[in-house]
């Protein structure tokens, strides 16, 4: 176990760092958040509904869809001078790469999602201030549960022809449960309500975590193996 | 005979048993006092969405067989149930506003088992998209047992959290812990019906598992070259 998790880590910070050092797609990602925030905007009428009523339902709009364009450049970037196949004949094992993919994917979209939140703050005036905490780790579970399933569809969809089309296609119908439990959830605190209302929610993300990190850990092997 | 001749003779047995359904609802069992004639299409729309869950529940067994024992004939069948699943959940998704635009007054509403089946409708498409777009058999094969899997395991997640969320479906009448409580004469239409339904299911699942036999030994990947 100790060695599976060292690997993950050495691949993941492998990721981290090209990630790092180009920023491309960071930037594009973290413009794109912005862009989509400014797009709700533009796209309620202010005077009609009140910005709290609609504040959950863009924050995780603006949450899929950035998440959605990071994961697919989560196998992308392996497909160059085939990489890909240079990491899987190195000894390390399949649990590995998957763990180290999903940790830089977590990674990158937290980054995102870190830059998306004081703007979603700052354009539509939300007063976070109080539910912070439990605000970052609402987002934290459910997007866990994304990037989960979002990984190991991006293996997949590498490999296939329209793969930037492919992967919402698949991926969405799989974030509508996460979505739903934090979309109730983040209404709930934004409305100054205790978490113990929301605990059937909060257990539903959990159970999401748990079983697709389990499932997608268990099926990754059978996607890269020749 | 063959099994694509022999798909046929149970269609076509099943289509003429289809009309006896259509004249026993219509002609032989009462009317339901309150809906009126309108009842009458539950005759069709709950047996299409029991044969459309049957196809997704054996396309999920016949993807973890085949991960499992690597026979390519799992994965034909399961492609064959999931062609045959999503005709029947566009009838599903067609009777079903019909009926209820009358009696609940609107087309479509989110309710916990209409959003069910919209998105097992989805998962239907998104897994022959993704036989589409993936050439080579092996990889195919595997990438669609993956997907059929993880679109298995979502279902209930997805039922449970649009259930949580808000429900107006006609809760079970048939398969609850007590006695149904649809009166005998409504009870065989409607058992009939799933009869035909199943068998409709069986006769469609052998022609296009013949079909895609006959793909497989020709030697192309089939539809995915097009």
């Not at chain 1, 958040?33 to 009523?53: K, M, Q, S, W």
């Not at chain 1, 703050?121 to 987002?139: E, Q, S």
């Not at chain 1, 089309?165 to 439990?181: D, E, T």
Request: overall charge positive.
């Amino acid at each position: 176990m100790g060695e599976v998790l060292r690997h993950a880590w050495a691949i993941a910070r492998k990721d981290l760092l090209l990630e790092y050092r180009s920023r491309t797609a960071f930037v594009s990602a973290a413009v794109f958040t912005a862009l989509v925030l400014t797009v709700f905007e533009f796209g309620r009428d202010p005077t009609a509904v009140p910005t709290i009523d609609l504040a959950p339902s863009i924050l995780w709009v603006t949450f899929t869809f950035a998440a959605m364009l990071a994961l697919n450049r989560a196998f992308q970037l392996e497909l160059e001078n085939q990489a890909l196949d240079g990491l899987l004949v190195s000894p390390v094992s399949r649990t590995s790469i998957y763990w180290a993919k999903l940790c830089a994917n977590c990674v990158f979209v937290g980054v995102v999602e870190g830059v998306g939140l004081p703007l979603f703050v700052l354009f539509f005036d939300v007063p976070v201030g109080p539910v912070l905490a439990p605000l970052v780790a609402i987002i934290a579970l459910a997007t866990v549960g994304f990037v989960a399933v979002g990984t190991l569809f991006s293996a997949m969809v590498i490999r296939t022809r329209f793969a930037e089309l492919m992967l919402p296609v698949l991926l969405l119908p799989f974030m509508i449960p996460p979505l739903i439990g934090a979309v109730q959830v983040t209404a709930r605190l934004l409305a100054g309500r205790p978490l113990s209302e929301v605990t059937g929610w909060l257990r539903l993300l959990a159970a999401f975590d748990i079983v697709f990190l389990t499932l997608a850990t268990m099926l990754f092997p059978t996607t890269v193996n020749e | 005979m063959t099994l694509a001749q022999r798909g046929r003779w149970v269609t076509l047995a099943s289509l003429v048993l289809l009309a006896a359904v259509y004249v026993r609802a219509l002609a032989f069992t009462p009317q339901e006092l309150s809906q009126g004639l309108a009842q009458k299409i539950f005759y069709v729309h709950v047996p299409a969405a029991w044969s459309a869950m049957l196809a997704m529940g054996l396309v999920g067994l016949a993807s973890i067989l085949f991960l499992i024992m690597k026979d390519y004939r799992f994965d034909r069948f399961a492609a064959a149930s999931a062609e045959v699943g999503t005709a029947f959940s566009l009838v599903m998704l067609t009777t079903g506003p019909i009926w209820a635009k009358p009696i609940w007054g609107t087309w479509w509403t989110w309710d916990a088992r209409l959003t069910l089946t919209l998105f097992l409708f989805f998962l239907f498409v998104g897994y022959q998209l993704l036989r589409g777009a993936v050439t080579e058999q092996s990889l195919r094969a595997r990438y669609s047992a993956v997907l059929g899997i993880c679109g298995l395991v979502l279902l209930p997640f997805i039922h449970l959290s649009v259930y949580l969320f808000r429900t107006l479906h006609p809760m079970p009448i048939v398969l609850k812990p007590s006695a149904p409580s649809l009166p005998g004469v409504m009870l065989v239409t409607l058992l009939f019906s799933f009869g035909v339904f199943t068998l409709l299911y069986v006769g469609f699942v052998m022609q296009a598992y013949a079909l895609a036999n006959a793909r497989d030994a020709a030697g192309g990947g089939g539809g995915s070259d097009a």
